[in-house]
């Protein structure tokens, strides 16, 4: 096993082995062996798919020519949920698990939801149609189809928050809700997702493409009901999590920082600096140092490098008014904005601070700070592991599994 999930760590730290950790849904982390599937990577139960996708109701998984069942509840295939919402079964396991629960201990759940991602392509975004009329005022259906899958994940957070209060577990609960990547915008993927007025989508280096829709709720905040612009990784997550579970302070053996405190109390984030990625098959990377933002080559082949607005919407109406919750607020668009910046021709600089939109290319006017976070990119791109990324495998066709998604070696 050359990398690791935080409940692999569970022989090292006695606080993880102390909660009852249990993983529901999504699990996307490899599954070719049985040793990496999640109840043999620390967790105590598991319930959902293996994959990155699939049909929310018939939960088969169409991967190019392969085509299969993928619902595992334990390490076994489980076929009752054919023809049930993923949203709804996630949240009624949730409910399930925090029922039983016995109060007196600690508990880890991680409940990494389908919604709202894009289904097979024969079906791209579903939902129950109860959900999809309540948006008779979307006249776009790809639109109206993603907000009744949003609306079901909103019953969800509300659901399993009630579950949590009702079971006695709330007052010393903190739910960290988040996604992986911003939103596949403008038909990205089939989906109807939306990061305007940030620029790019999923799958790029943008900041629509890297920031995430995200809140942390919690009786332990001590300053809640706040916007925090301060920087924040994913990396951050594992130690600040082990320090809330009693597990002392890891920042110093890890490219992550407890960051509680910014969290809680909204003391300077320790984090100064963010890796966004260095992609050595698509030669792209890009770096957060401060307010400043290099992003040089292009994965998405200069496609996806624009600003998406909502359909009807425009480009130039930035003026709109944008929910509480959001923190962006964009200087005036240039006529160049498109052709200011194209970094598959060369690298480019942004003030993120003062230009989320990425409006504004710095290159040639601060070449000083641009050669400084071409270094630091440098520094990271030297300390890389080789990819592990393998070839397709024809021996993981369902069909010589009994048409289930499973491991195969």
């Not at 939801?113 to 024969?122: C, I």
């Not at 915008?185 to 799958?203: I, M, S």
């Not at 240039?334 to 942004?350: G, H, V, Y």
Request: hydrophobic content about 35%.
């Amino acid at each position: 096993m050359d990398y690791y999930v935080l409940t692999d760590f569970q022989s090292e730290f006695p606080c993880l082995v102390l909660f009852s950790p249990c993983c529901y849904f999504q699990w996307h982390l490899g599954f070719f062996n049985e040793a990496y599937i999640p109840t043999r990577r620390g967790f105590d139960t598991y319930y959902g798919y293996y994959a990155g996708k699939g049909d929310y109701f018939n939960h088969i998984d169409v991967a190019d020519e392969f085509t299969g069942f993928d619902f595992h509840q334990n390490g076994s295939v489980y076929k009752p949920v054919f023809g049930q919402y993923s949203t709804e079964i996630f949240t009624s396991r949730a409910e399930q698990v925090i029922k039983e629960h016995d109060p007196n201990e600690p508990l880890f759940l991680y409940l990494a939801h389908q919604a709202v991602h894009s289904a097979n392509s024969d079906d791209l975004l579903q939902a129950p149609q109860e959900y999809i009329d309540r948006f008779p005022n979307i006249k776009f259906t790809g639109r109206r189809k993603f907000a009744g899958m949003v609306a079901a994940l909103d019953d969800s957070v509300g659901n399993v928050t009630r579950y949590l209060k009702e079971a006695g577990l709330y007052n010393d609960t903190v739910i960290l809700f988040t996604t992986d990547n911003g939103g596949p915008a403008h038909g990205f993927d089939g989906n109807y997702a939306n990061n305007f007025p940030l620029r790019g989508v999923k799958k790029t280096l943008w900041e629509g493409g890297v920031r995430g829709s995200a809140f942390v709720h919690s009786p332990l905040i001590e300053n809640p009901g706040r916007i925090s612009d301060q920087l924040l990784h994913v990396c951050d997550w594992y130690p600040t999590l082990l320090k809330l579970a009693g597990g002392g302070d890891r920042s110093e053996d890890l490219d992550g920082f407890n960051v509680w405190d910014s969290v809680s109390s909204d003391a300077p984030s320790p984090r100064k600096e963010i890796l966004l990625n260095i992609d050595p098959i698509g030669n792209y990377g890009a770096l957060r140092s401060g307010d400043y933002k290099v992003i040089t080559g292009s994965g998405s082949g200069d496609e996806w490098n624009g600003w998406y607005p909502p359909e009807g919407v425009t480009l130039t109406n930035l003026t709109i008014e944008l929910p509480r919750s959001s923190v962006v607020s964009c200087p005036p668009i240039p006529a160049n904005a498109s052709t200011d910046c194209i970094p598959s021709q060369s690298p480019c600089l942004f003030h993120i601070k003062n230009d989320p939109c990425e409006f504004y290319n710095l290159a040639d006017t601060h070449p000083d700070i641009l050669s400084q976070l071409m270094d630091r990119l440098q520094y990271y791109n030297s300390t890389m592991v080789p990819s592990g990324k393998k070839p397709k495998d024809p021996n993981s066709n369902p069909k010589l599994h009994g048409g289930n998604w499973v491991p195969w070696m």
